[in-house]
């Protein structure tokens, strides 16, 4: 039987790396057409090389490549920086195909729904709410609230806290076998892979069920809560 399901968030819920490379693509445009004097394989390498060291949610990377460039911030570039990549993130922001449809019919069979997300409190809330999955979902556990990452059992263990359903009767949703599947069955929870969401063409994933389309949870969840 399954009482909750809980979701990651990126390439899960919104597909979250179509989004940061089109915002980093407008980002490096206005930039350069504000003055950036370096090549565009330049800039985008620099950037890659910030996030690689900082994590892909780093705040302040368009004032480290600019730092690094003149070695003072030259505000004029940056505000076309993180202008342009602000339009073309809330552009590009959307949920997957079905998603809205599917979290609706969970919740009309009594599924009680919620977030597992490694990112920050303020960015994962942002997103839900743009997207306006925030009227869907009361429960979102982040890295703020845990301290830890999956696959620690600590952020399964709190959702389930929260949720207040077993590890057994509880389905965890997500696009990263070494981090949301591997961490999930570790705590007792059933798995299943968003494979519309994987960016690394994993294999074997390890998950007790393989999602073409977040639709499929519905078959999955009225085949266990036959009344």
Known sequence: MIQSIVFDLDNTLVDFMAMKHQAIEAAIDAMLDAGLDLERADIKSRIDAIYKERGIEYQQVFDDLIFGVFQKI?????????IAYRRAREAALKPYPHATATLMQLLRRGIKLAVLTDAPSREAWLRLC???FH??????VTF????ERKPSARPFLTVLDHLQTPASYA????????????????????TAFARYGDVFDTQNHG??????????ILEIVDSQNVS
């Open 74 to 82: 030259d505000h004029r570039i940056l505000a076309a920086g993180v």
């Open 130 to 132: 743009h997207i306006g």
């Open 135 to 140: 009227h869907i979902f009361n429960i979102a």
């Open 144 to 147: 703020d609230e845990t301290g």
């Open 171 to 190: 389905l965890m949703v997500g696009d990263w076998a070494e981090r949301d599947i591997a961490g999930a069955k570790a705590v007792g929870m059933q």
């Open 207 to 216: 998950a007790d069920y393989d999602l073409n389309d977040i639709s499929d």
